[in-house]
Nanobody, 125 residues
Framework: QLVESGGGLVQDGGSLRLSCAPS????????MGWFRQTPGLERHFLAA????????YYQDSVKGRFTISRDNVNNTVYLQLDGLKPEDTAVYYC????????????????????WGQGTQVTVSS
């Protein structure tokens, strides 16, 4: 029900903007998150945002480089990736939660109800 786009191959220091939108029309959720995953490792939280107020949350390691934003009109969430490094190479996923975040659970994959199929980001050195 969620479709990511915007991934690709970029050089060290480059930028990309990822997008996430529902595939089947308007989609009402409480918040959206971005995660990434490399082979053999668990899905890793990057950033989250709430639809109504626009509260944002970030993994410390990406603060200042990645920016999450939302477009309430087009029901789309973005993740701006700046200053990309080869270690940022991964499949990036967006996810939606129907429930309010509580006890800081925005970083937990289990807090999300719907996931996209992922988009590959590759950063060359």
């Amino acid at each position: 029900q969620l479709v990511e786009s915007g991934g690709g191959l970029v050089q060290d220091g480059g930028s990309l903007r990822l997008s996430c939108a529902p595939s089947g029309g308007p989609f009402v959720s409480y918040g959206m998150g971005w995660f990434r995953q490399t082979p053999g490792l668990e899905r890793h939280f990057l950033a989250a945002i709430t639809w109504r107020v626009g509260n944002t949350y970030y993994q410390d390691s990406v603060k200042g480089r990645f920016t999450i934003s939302r477009d309430n009109v087009n029901n789309t969430v973005y993740l701006q990736l700046d200053g990309l490094k080869p270690e940022d190479t991964a499949v990036y996923y967006c996810a939606a939660t129907m429930s309010a975040y509580h006890n800081g659970n925005y970083y937990q994959p289990d807090a999300y109800d719907y996931w996209g199929q992922g988009t590959q980001v590759t950063v060359s050195s």
